[in-house]
Every structure is written in C-alpha cells, then in structure tokens.
C-alpha cells in the first residue's frame, strides 16, 4: 500500500510542478485541464478527480466544461487541484497563484506558511483541532481568514474523502491521527467571509448507488461510469466526450434523480472574497510520516 501512495505522489507532484508554466494570461482552461490531465495519464497514474482549476472568490470544484472558452486574465488567483492515483491509493496536492499580480501575493505566502507548519507539526497523536487552531492562527495574524467549511480529509484505497475531517480552524474536534493513515492537508484563506456557499455550476460528479435505471442509453451511461471512474469523482466534460453532450444532458439529471451519482457544485467564498489553497498528501505508516506529494 505504501508504494502506491509514493508512486501516486511522485506523479502528482511532478505534474503539478509541469503544470505551472501553463498558467499564463490568456491561457486557455479548457487546455490547461485537458493537457494535465493527460500528462497524469502519460506518466501511468490514474486521475483520482477532475483536475480543478478555481478563479478568484471560487475556492474549489470548478474545472472546464465542454464548450468553455474561459481564459485566464492578468490577476487572476488560481488555484489548481489535482489528483493522481495509483491502483486507488491517492495522491492529492494544490496550489495558487496569481496571473502577473502582486496585489495577493501576502496572503499566498501565509497560506503556503500555514501548510508548510501544518506538516511539520502533524503525527500520529496529534488532535485534529490542533491543527486546524493551527491554520487559523496563522490566517488570522496576516490579516485572513480560513475558509471554515472545507478541510483536508484521510483518504483510502478508491476513497477520496475517507472517515477524518481536518479542519482549518479550531473546531474543538479531539480525534487523533493514528498511524498507518493518509491524510490530505489543505489550508485555504480568503479576504472574504470565510466560508463557502454552493455556486451554480455543476461541473463534477460522482457515482453513489447502483440502482436500476430504465432507459437504455442512460444505463450504459451508467455502466460506462462504474466500469471508468468507479468511486472517484469524474467531470461531466469526459462524459460528453464519450456520449455526446445531448445525451448527457438527458442522463445526469435522471441519474440525480434516481439516487445514482451525486454532484458536487463549485463552491464560492460567501462574500465574493479570494480563496488561496495549497494541499499536501502525508502518509503515515509503520511509525514513519512521509509527504507523498512534496
Ligand atoms: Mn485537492
Ligand atoms: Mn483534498
């Protein structure tokens, strides 16, 4: 198990760095997520979730669809989230920055900071709210906030978001972190509110249930997710591909519907602040702490 989550890691991380030199003023999205994406193919990992790349007051979720002609302007705050998979053990890493601006550039720096001391202090034993205490300390002396309804999580094989919830404030939670887990650790700061709020666009999915479903082509939709995806989320764009996009447009909302996949809306800071984020994956195991993702 532990060589898959290191394998998984060495990819992510190598694809984030690659990915960089992609955000430029006027680079296309829809490029920019179909090029890293298919650099984690050709490095042999499996995409563990669409490669999210959330602009400004969006703090996650958000990722190109079919016909996006969003391109990148010069300040905007991008944050790029991306997820790598070997056999289903996970490797999830983000970062931001800001297109040819400064104007953000503290509040980059202190949430890089606050992750930077989150995997310093994180073992197995340590509480839960202490490192999300962490975060907001942290946030809160630069003059930030974090954003408090979303967090890092533990991940198992084919389980993107396993049993732990690792809070970026100090939200009382006693819980410890045993050895032999994996955690993704993910500070996100804002200028604005400090919490989320569902966005209109839905852009990610994922499936829920095996159910019966009526109609043929909305149940080969359905086959075809279980059989690519399985349990990861994956992007409505990769579906359209596949099938079409009039199809799809039939298929999910019934798939909805019926309880088989879920969605996940992009999420946007309440009062419209930047979001900043940057993640890192720790495997804990056999007394040894190794972050994958470096
Ligand atoms: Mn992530
Ligand atoms: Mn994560």
Not at 3 to 11: H, P
Request: glycine fraction near 8%; hydrophobic fraction near 40%; charge should be positive.
């Amino acid at each position: 198990m532990k060589e898959e989550y290191i394998k998984a890691g060495k990819i992510a991380s190598k694809v984030r760095e690659k990915s960089k030199k992609l955000l430029k003023e006027g680079a296309s999205i829809q490029a920019i997520v179909k090029k890293v994406e298919s650099w984690i193919h050709e490095n042999k990992g499996g995409i563990a979730f669409p490669v999210n790349i959330s602009l400004n007051d969006y703090a996650a979720h958000d990722t190109a669809s079919g016909k996006d002609n969003r391109k990148l302007n010069r300040g905007d705050v991008v944050k790029v989230d991306i997820g790598v998979h070997v056999n289903g053990f996970i490797a999830d890493t983000a970062y931001t920055v800001e297109i040819r601006t400064k104007k953000h550039k503290k509040m980059l720096e202190a949430n890089k900071e606050a992750l930077q001391k989150v995997l310093k202090m994180v073992e197995p034993g340590v509480k839960l709210c202490k490192i999300g205490a962490l975060v907001e300390k942290e946030a809160e002396k630069n003059g930030f906030k974090p954003i408090k309804n979303l967090s890092g999580h533990s991940l198992e094989q084919w389980n993107l978001h396993a049993g732990l919830t690792i809070p970026n404030y100090d939200n009382g939670d006693k819980t410890v972190i045993k050895d032999d887990t994996a955690v993704a650790i993910e500070p996100f700061f804002t200028n604005g509110f400090g919490e989320v709020v569902n966005a209109r666009e839905k852009k990610i999915f994922m499936l829920e249930k095996r159910l019966p479903v009526r109609l043929p082509k909305v149940r080969d939709i359905l086959k075809y997710i279980e059989e690519n995806y399985k349990t990861f989320p994956f992007s409505k764009a990769w579906l359209e591909k596949e099938f079409g996009r009039g199809w799809v447009n039939i298929s999910l909302p019934i798939l909805i519907k019926s309880g088989c996949l879920k969605s996940f809306p992009a999420l946007k800071e309440k009062k419209e602040g930047i979001v900043s984020q940057f993640e890192h994956t720790i495997v804990f195991f056999n007394g040894k702490k190794v972050i994958t993702t470096l």
